[in-house]
């Protein structure tokens, strides 16, 4: 089957570094890749990951471990305009062709 | 920002009318999907198409049915709406692999009273 996980919620302080996991089954592995959503509005794209490593992307990185099933995204230096939830999904193609499987997201909040 | 639209924003519709949501794209690109999202499920896939007249389900197809007649316009219908039908859809487009991200329109907020 498919399934994904990730935390439901995280806190952090503006300024730090903060870290969201996501673990995930899947049958056809072809890519990982996270999003943004601030509440009200559609996801929009952060990064991609499909071969095993660091992607980094301004203060944003994300990680992959196709062995283990895992990734992170790490957000640096935060803002408060960070505050939003973080969507963790796996490109599948075991059907020849490609559906996105995402996980429940994860809300971050930013304090000041 | 990708060309992707959806329409109409926002609906409400009584239990048992049918409602078709409309998601159109200037982009050409080849895949279009349905997503719904709910507090505590995230987004769940309800069907995609791969090309014109090529459509697979999801994850929640049950109640939805979906067509393609041409590249740009994707259309989900609710043939006999329910309460458990109230969401917000989002339509998202994707070229296919590589580091094609899917990009998703503004959103549909329907309510079923």
């Known amino acids: 089957g498919q399934n994904i996980d990730q935390p439901t919620e995280m806190t952090a302080t503006e300024g730090a570094i903060v870290q969201i996991n996501c673990t995930y089954q899947?049958?056809?592995?072809?890519?990982l890749f996270w999003y943004q959503q601030h509440a009200g509005e559609a996801p929009t794209f952060l990064s991609y990951?499909?071969?095993?490593g660091l992607e980094e992307k301004g203060r944003f990185s994300s990680f992959l471990s196709r062995s283990k099933g895992y990734s992170y995204l790490l957000l640096k230096e935060l803002q408060m305009k960070d505050s939003a939830s973080y969507l963790c999904a796996v490109r599948d193609d075991t059907s020849g062709t490609y559906k996105y499987i995402f996980g429940t997201g994860t809300r971050l909040k930013v304090l000041a | 920002d990708a060309g992707i639209t959806q329409s109409p924003r926002h609906k409400v519709t009584e239990t048992g009318t049918p409602v078709t949501l409309r998601c159109h794209q200037t982009e050409n690109h080849r895949y279009m999907y349905w997503y719904r999202q709910d507090p505590g499920h995230g987004l769940r896939l309800i069907h995609y198409?791969?090309?014109?007249?090529?459509?697979d389900k999801g994850e929640v197809s049950d109640g939805y049915s979906v067509s393609r007649s041409k590249t740009e316009d994707f259309l989900l219908t609710l043939e006999s709406a329910t309460s458990s039908q109230t969401s917000v859809y989002f339509c998202?487009?994707?070229?296919?692999?590589?580091?094609?991200?899917?990009?998703f329109g503004p959103g549909t907020r329907l309510t079923v009273t």
């Open positions: 198409s791969y090309g014109v007249k090529d459509t």
């Open positions: 990951n499909v071969l095993d």
């Open positions: 998202a487009i994707s070229d296919g692999q590589g580091e094609y991200e899917q990009y």
């Open positions: 899947t049958s056809g592995f072809n890519g």
